[in-house]
T-cell receptor, first 114, second 112 residues
Framework: AQTVTQSQPEMSVQEAETVTLSCTYD???????LFWYKQPPSRQMILVIR??????QNATENRFSVNFQKAAKSFSLKISDSQLGDAAMYFC???????????FGQGTELSVKP | DVKVTQSSRYLVKRTGEKVFLECVQD?????MFWYRQDPGLGLRLIYF???????EKGDIPEGYSVSREKKERFSLILESASTNQTSMYLC???????????FGPGTRLLVL
């Protein structure tokens, strides 16, 4: 069975600095998708970025980028120029080709200090 | 923009009551999902649907049922609410083949 692990329950970053959130996963599939979702205090789950496993190029979305290491089964999220509005719980998620569900990690609580 | 709405943000019910949680999406998505989110347990899939009148069990379907009579609406039903169903319930929808899921704002349910 696939699993997703986020080893950092909490992280903190200074405003305008860069922070990296870690995620590892376990799967025997070769074709899959990886996501980072953000859940602010409002509890709305917001898609931050997605990565297709067949693409070698790392996905980028404005200040958010990923470091996708397929062989190592690692999928970290880098937030550049951190803003106060980035404070939230961040979830890494996996979706394979079997079935419709997303498999989520336990989440990393990010705080941003002014 | 994709919009997924849920009928209530907060709900308080009594043990034994029948509870309906409604989810509506306005983007003609084929796929719809119900998750529950609990501290320490993360998000767990309850049920999902690939099309009207179709449903598939997720990881924790016990105590729940679903209904999808129209493409845009996916209802989660607690036939007889119990205190262990107190949780945050998140609905999501997505286009078949794109794999991305878009979430609603969530319903925080308290069963007394």
């Amino acid at each position: 069975a696939q699993t997703v692990t986020q080893s950092q329950p909490e992280m903190s970053v200074q405003e305008a600095e860069t922070v990296t959130l870690s995620c590892t996963y376990d799967t025997s599939e070769s074709d899959y998708y990886l996501f980072w979702y953000k859940q602010p205090p409002s509890r709305q789950m917001i898609l931050v970025i997605r990565q297709e496993a067949y693409k070698q190029q790392n996905a980028t979305e404005n200040r958010f980028s990923v470091n996708f290491q397929k062989a190592a089964k690692s999928f970290s999220l880098k937030i550049s120029d951190s803003q106060l509005g980035d404070a939230a719980m961040y979830f890494c998620a996996y979706k394979g080709n079997q079935g419709g569900k997303l498999i989520f990690g336990q989440g990393t609580e990010l705080s941003v200090k002014p | 923009d994709v919009k997924v709405t849920q009928s209530s943000r907060y709900l308080v019910k009594r043990t034994g009551e029948k509870v309906f949680l409604e989810c509506v999406q306005d983007m003609d998505h084929e796929n719809m999902f119900w998750y529950r989110q609990d501290p320490g347990l993360g998000l767990r899939l309850i049920y999902f649907s690939y099309d009207v009148k179709m449903k598939e069990k997720g990881d924790i379907p016990e105590g729940y049922s679903v209904s999808r009579e129209k493409k845009e609406r996916f209802s989660l039903i607690l036939e007889s609410a119990s205190t262990n169903q107190t949780s945050m319930y998140l609905c999501a929808s997505g286009i078949q083949g794109t794999e991305t899921q878009y979430f609603g704002p969530g319903t925080r349910l308290l069963v007394l």
